[in-house]
T-cell receptor
Framework: GENVEQHPSTLSVQEGDSAVIKCTYS??????FPWYKQELGKRPQLIIDIRSNVGEKKDQRIAVTLNKTAKHFSLHITETQPEDSAVYFC????????????FGTGTRLQVTL | GAGVSQTPSNKVTEKGKYVELRCDPISGHTALYWYRQSLGQGPEFLIYFQGTGAADDSGLPNDRFFAVRPEGSVSTLKIQRTERGDSAVYLC???????????????FGQGTRLTVV
């Protein structure tokens, strides 16, 4: 089955700086990669996703890049703000053969003033 | 409702007791997923329903865990003879169609925090 690794486990940045979170996956057939943000005590919420037919996707201050050859994908947050502080999870799925997302272990992002 | 609803939000039970956790998916969503999230970990898959049937229950840890979705909407996760190791947040998610269609996204509920004492 799919295995997703995520780094770093914790990340502290100053407000206004950029943050990068990286994930690797094991199943080369995986083709859908969502990122979820989970604030303390709240539900995971989808913030951005990417499919294997593109290499990069942007949505305002958030971008995701995908390298299929290396089997890794990354979340980039620019101009970080205190409200970006949360735990971020990457996930992967091969939509052709599976219906369940496999999640990484999460990155706790702390944006300091 | 507008989102996935889970009840109760918190459940404390004694070791050995039976518990039921409920999930109300977004109306019209045919796919429903149960995940378990331990402290500091990512969600871990338990079971997936497409309609009324369990299409994939490979994540259920043992036969003390069981889930149903009799009418293709509300689902109940049932845990028998609870153990302290079952303590976790149990998350439910739904999607309009199976993620296998390639375009549906999964929406999560806020979870039920289960504590076995």
């Amino acid at each position: 089955g799919e295995n997703v690794e995520q780094h770093p486990s914790t990340l502290s940045v100053q407000e206004g700086d950029s943050a990068v979170i990286k994930c690797t996956y094991s199943d080369s057939a995986s083709n859908y990669f969502p990122w979820y943000k989970q604030e303390l005590g709240k539900r995971p919420q989808l913030i951005i996703d990417i499919r294997s037919n593109v290499g990069e996707k942007k949505d305002q201050r958030i971008a995701v890049t995908l390298n299929k050859t290396a089997k890794h994908f990354s979340l980039h947050i620019t101009e970080t703000q205190p409200e970006d502080s949360a735990v971020y999870f990457c996930a992967a799925i091969n939509t052709g053969t599976a219906s369940k997302l496999t999640f990484g272990t999460g990155t706790r992002l702390q944006v300091t003033l | 409702g507008a989102g996935v609803s889970q009840t109760p939000s918190n459940k404390v039970t004694e070791k050995g007791k039976y518990v039921e956790l409920r999930c109300d998916p977004i109306s019209g969503h045919t796919a429903l997923y149960w995940y378990r999230q331990s402290l500091g970990q990512g969600p871990e898959f338990l079971i997936y329903f497409q309609g009324t049937g369990a299409a994939d229950d490979s994540g259920l840890p043992n036969d003390r865990f069981f889930a149903v979705r009799p009418e293709g909407s509300v689902s109940t996760l049932k845990i028998q003879r609870t153990e302290r190791g079952d303590s976790a947040v149990y998350l439910c998610a739904s999607s309009r169609d199976s993620l296998g269609t390639g375009w549906s996204e999964a929406f999560f509920g806020q979870g039920t925090r289960l504590t076995v004492v």
